[in-house]
């Protein structure tokens, strides 16, 4: 690093976009943000001429707190959005690149992707599928998911997409919780060179369903499988003498677009019910100002469109732009641990947006395995899904960007829908570690328990206090929970993100993680991200969790499981050294008081650490379903470990 991670953030150095960049970007106007507080609406409803309406809204905004409807009375579809609007001048254009786990691969132009979600879209129909009736898709990442999504879309029917990694039982929760007759699954797909069998995996989950009727099975992996009579389709099958012509439901703004399930890893999964019309309006515009998207543009999102990220940025938001879109089926480190920069160099991306987690990873594999690659295609980075520390962000900024990429380090969540604060790289100075200014319309601010302003610097929860046009509008059948989880806490009009947060200076905010990730050390809150941080500043380390342990004394007890960088070795010296550096980072309360250095931590295949399972690593109680866990072996490895410290 040209930079020490202490100096980085003791002076906030700051960077700037390229002279170049900032001549040719979509959004470089400094006075947008004025011009989004003198007229709110204004703003809104100039952008929603960005996409297409088959008729036009009666008012912009409706707001009973905590309830807001956006453009009602509008007519739209957003499979129109996404594909029927661009065919007259971009029909050839390519639409979606697929890059195989098996190193195979596919292209559709706008054309071809229109033709196939038209015809699926129309096999959906005949099958009796009609507008309102949820339809739950069960795919790994291949066309058929983004084809799946769109068709329903196109025919007025909910989408409810559960992540292909999750268990049987999580699938018959979700299905159970929307009423979900219909299933859109797969024989089988390869993670790492290993089937899984997720058909077999889909019927597991059935036994638990009463309210399936049919299941759609895409031949993907061409596995052996057992097709139930009367309810089990092939798709091929279905789309077979289907003709491609299907005309897009006229939609309300308001209609359901999809439910999108939250990962489940505490208490039981939320339904998030996002509509149509602001739901596009906000996807729309954040894609093309904050990832800057041209025409010629290669963009790669590497999120599952399990998750909100997918719908968001690699579906809804870069399509209804026009852009082209690269989706990977697997692993960053199969079949070596070069093949995100191999797929960089093949295609020629352009804009790269990925989590923390994985360019922490990359941090620690080592410098050397992407300066085998031509990246020079690369011109905006992104980053989403957790804060992330500046020494990534550092890494990222000079490694795979060679010093000249901005970087959009983005927050929002699966309930706002879009993303929400974010440099606008044609206009902002980045600094690390900091998602800088909210977008243009969006009112964010660091509030205390009673809902005043925090001073600047100091930590606080993050609230929205307005509404935004792609914001959640319900929890699906559990509306109390929707009112006591987002807006109970300073009224219904301000919206409880559920994340710490600070304001430097600048006006910047710094998001510190999830409120409920704390440790309570003789009284005294400290969010885990905070202390993580402050282990990865620390040269010898690549990736930090941390968890508190239950203590008679104290309350809890910082326990912190460490990934090395690839130079580093652990040792009796490098723990005390850690120690004492979080000491000097943060203060006495944050020591830890044991450090466990370990190979890998319990994550999700979307990167995500599993909270629960630390936690329950950490204080010897059950661990649960770890059916998603990337990597099931590390809790064994990790409880071993644990014993083998309170052995001694």
Not at 174 to 185: A, C, F, G
Not at 340 to 353: C, N, S
Not at 613 to 629: F, H, Q, S
Request: aromatic share 10%; charged share 25%.
């Amino acid at each position: 690093m040209t930079e020490t991670i202490e100096s980085l953030l003791k002076e906030q150095k700051k960077y700037y976009p390229p002279e170049e960049f900032v001549r040719n970007a979509n959004m470089k106007d400094p006075q947008i943000y004025e011009k989004a507080e003198e007229d709110l609406e204004g703003f809104w409803e100039e952008l929603a001429y960005n996409i297409d309406w088959f008729k036009k809204w009666d008012t912009v905004l409706d707001w009973q707190p905590p309830h807001a409807k956006w453009f009602s009375g509008a007519k739209l579809n957003a499979s129109y959005n996404c594909l029927d609007r661009h065919i007259s001048k971009h029909g050839d254009k390519t639409a979606l690149i697929w890059e195989g786990e098996m190193e195979n691969s596919a292209t559709y132009t706008y054309r071809e992707l229109l033709d196939a979600t038209a015809r699926f879209a129309a096999a959906l129909k005949e099958m009796g599928i009609k507008k309102g009736d949820v339809v739950t898709i069960y795919l790994p990442m291949i066309p058929e998911a983004v084809i799946s999504m769109l068709a329903c879309s196109r025919i007025g029917a909910p989408h409810s997409v559960v992540f292909a990694g999750f268990s049987a039982d999580a699938l018959a929760q979700r299905m159970n919780d929307s009423n979900s007759h219909y299933l859109i699954t797969c024989d089988g797909y390869f993670h790492k060179g290993k089937l899984i069998e997720q058909k077999e995996k889909a019927d597991i989950g059935l036994e638990n369903c009463n309210c399936v009727e049919k299941v759609i099975v895409t031949n993907h992996a061409a596995n052996a499988i057992a097709m139930k009579e009367d309810r089990d389709i092939w798709w091929d099958e279905l789309i077979h003498n289907v003709d491609s012509e299907c005309e897009p439901e006229h939609m309300d703004a308001e209609d359901i677009l999809f439910l999108m399930y939250t990962s489940g890893t505490t208490g039981k999964p939320k339904g998030v019910v996002h509509t149509t019309g602001g739901y596009m309006v906000g996807t729309n515009v954040t894609s093309k100002w904050i990832f800057d998207l041209k025409d010629d543009d290669i963009y790669w999102c590497t999120a599952d469109v399990g998750w909100i990220t997918g719908h968001s940025y690699l579906v809804y938001g870069p399509l209804s732009n026009g852009a082209t879109i690269v989706m990977h089926e697997g692993a960053p480190d199969y079949p070596d641990k070069g093949r995100f920069w191999d797929i960089v160099e093949k295609y020629g991306v352009t804009i790269f947006y990925t989590a923390p987690t994985a360019i922490r990873t990359f941090m620690k594999w080592g410098d050397d395995i992407p300066a085998k690659y031509d990246l020079s295609s690369l011109r905006l980075l992104g980053s989403v899904g957790e804060p992330i520390n500046p020494k990534a962000w550092l890494w990222y900024y000079e490694v795979i960007g060679n010093s000249h990429c901005p970087i959009v380090d983005t927050w929002w969540q699966t309930e706002t829908g879009m993303i929400m604060i974010s440099p606008l790289p044609g206009l902002t100075t980045m600094k690390p570690g900091t998602a800088t200014r909210p977008f243009p319309g969006i009112k964010a601010s660091v509030l205390d328990d009673d809902g005043n302003e925090v001073p600047e610097g100091n930590g606080g929860s993050l609230a929205i206090e307005r509404p935004w046009p792609s914001m959640i509008r319900t929890i699906n059948g559990d509306e109390q929970r929707f009112l006591d989880t987002y807006w109970s806490k300073w009224g219904t009009d301000r919206y409880l993100a559920g994340d710490g947060a600070r304001r430097d200076k600048d006006g910047y905010f710094w998001v510190l993680g999830r409120l409920d990730d704390v440790i309570k050390v003789s009284g005294h809150r400290l969010g885990t991200m905070e202390i993580e941080s402050s282990l990865v500043s620390h040269k010898a380390v690549a990736e930090a969790a941390v968890d508190g342990k239950t203590d008679e004394i104290k309350g809890e007890v910082v326990v912190a499981y460490v990934i090395l960088e690839a130079d580093a070795k652990a040792s009796d010296e490098l723990k005390q050294e850690l120690k004492e550096h979080v000491v000097e980072e943060i203060g006495p309360i944050a020591r830890p008081k044991q450090i466990i250095f370990t190979d890998d931590l319990p994550k999700t295949r979307s990167g995500k650490i599993m909270r629960r399972v630390l936690k329950a690593i950490t204080n010897d109680t059950e661990v649960g379903d770890i059916t998603t866990l990337q990597n099931p072996a590390v809790v064994e490895e990790l409880k071993r470990k644990v014993n083998e410290l309170r052995e001694h």
